[in-house]
């Protein structure tokens, strides 16, 4: 079963996130002459999401607890609310992109996640 994201931290990311992106599930494939060879990759291809949540320094401090205890240092998938209100994601971290965060005043941080939406 994999782990949920924590009660404690905000559970909608802002209006302004990016709705997620369909991943391309073709492998292409050039030829010699004329238009190019196109085949189904595979079935299971994440989509991707970026979004961004205010949190303060605790929840901060709660986010990367989460990740480095019950998600093996961000290297496990866990489920988040899905941002249109629907059924929880499944969702892991995009490689090379952990939680960021920039100070927007006093003990407020805008937390800014990419994430693949798993099928």
Known sequence: MPATWPETLPQRFLIA???PQLADPRLMSATDTGPGKSRPRSSAVPDSFTGSMRMSGAQWAILTAFGRDDLARW?????I????????WLVMLRQNALPSRVNIGGDRWTVTMSLLVLP
Do not use: C, E, Y
């Not at 290297?75 to 489920?79: A, G």
């Not at 609310?81 to 929880?88: E, L």
């Open 17 to 19: 996130g990016n709705p």
């Open 75 to 79: 290297s496990l998938p866990f489920t």
């Open 81 to 88: 609310p899905a941002p249109d209100g629907g059924d929880d």
